[in-house]
């Protein structure tokens, strides 16, 4: 591990202006960056810890629910305004990681984690974009099982790991951002970037901003919702395929509906297509399966995770079928 000094930030002002040095990055509960940094994949020169800021509250507030960024994971997933009116966000949660994770990380944190490609995390003989601009993405012809078959490109195929990132992006999920010019919000959609030729810039934060919270609107859909992940082990594993799904059903019509998947996007990967399939439609097998297939229509596969897209459509389709009986 580099040399680093380390501040602890005493107020939001303080983080910004500490956090805007050059090399400087912040940290939470560190469940994520403490590993890059011990792997040499992260080298800050500044480490700046922001625990103490008043940022951990989960309230309700004009239109939904605010979560502050520095809320723990189980905190968050036992709440019962996060229970009762967004369950997708408490099981996409507690889908992740282990419990001792959970009681460290970030919500915050977990929304900048950095994907778990085998050679983004490999210094020694693995080119990679995201690592080292130019040099190459090794999965493209090496070991790509568990990478991306939505939002890929020639630079990077890398899956995002978030579970709660997914959940943000079927709601319509607002993320406040505070710098020295105050505060800014983004919809999740839009926070996270797809690789394109500059997979190293991963989001929209800007040095020296940290997130302050998180804005989840009510919604019939968002109260009756829920997510999905299918792995390759039961616990402590990131998904090959996740779906997050919120249905508004009256009369035997959806008359609203929220779809995002995971597991196969190189970003939280909030489908409309799907959506635009089952708006207005019947809840039945044919109509969900026929969203699926708009969802998954422009996966580009690699020779390993071709699985992924018949996978990533089942998810779909038993998350759908699932949440609709209990809708009726």
Not at 85 to 102: E, H, K, N, T
Not at 218 to 245: C, G, N, Q, T
Request: aromatic letters at 4%; charged letters at 20%; one cysteine or more.
């Amino acid at each position: 591990m580099h040399a680093f000094d380390y501040v602890r930030a005493k107020d939001l002002g303080g983080a910004v202006s500490s956090g805007s040095r050059p090399a400087a990055k912040f940290v939470a509960g560190g469940t994520n960056l403490i590993d890059l940094m011990k792997s040499e994949v992260e080298r800050p020169e500044h480490l700046v810890d922001i625990n103490a800021l008043p940022l951990a509250s989960i309230e309700r507030v004009s239109g939904g629910i605010r979560i502050g960024a520095l809320a723990r994971m189980t905190d968050v997933a036992l709440h019962p305004l996060v229970k009762q009116g967004f369950p997708v966000i408490s099981q996409a949660l507690l889908a992740s990681a282990s419990p001792q994770l959970r009681n460290m990380a970030s919500i915050g944190g977990n929304l900048m984690q950095r994907t778990r490609c085998t050679y983004f995390r490999e210094l020694t003989f693995a080119p990679c974009n995201k690592r080292e601009p130019g040099s190459g993405c090794a999965a493209m012809e090496g070991e790509n099982r568990l990478h991306a078959v939505l939002g890929t490109s020639p630079s990077c195929i890398a899956t995002h790991p978030s579970d709660l990132a997914v959940a943000l992006a079927a709601l319509d999920a607002v993320i406040t951002l505070h710098g020295r010019d105050g505060d800014r919000k983004i919809v999740a959609t839009d926070f996270h970037l797809l690789p394109g030729s500059t997979p190293n810039i991963e989001h929209a934060l800007r040095h020296g901003e940290v997130i302050s919270s998180v804005f989840v609107p009510d919604a019939a859909y968002a109260k009756h919702s829920s997510y999905l992940k299918v792995r390759d082990r039961s616990e402590f594993e990131f998904a090959l395929a996740s779906a997050a799904v919120g249905l508004d059903i009256a009369g035997g019509t959806i008359r609203n509906v929220r779809v995002a998947l995971g597991g196969v996007g190189t970003k939280p990967w909030r489908s409309r297509e799907a959506e635009r399939a089952l708006t207005g439609k019947s809840p039945s097998e044919g109509t969900f399966r026929e969203a699926a297939e708009a969802a998954l229509a422009g996966a580009t596969p690699r020779e390993q995770n071709g699985f992924k897209i018949e996978l990533a459509k089942r998810t779909l389709v038993r998350s759908l079928t699932d949440l609709a009986g209990g809708a009726a």
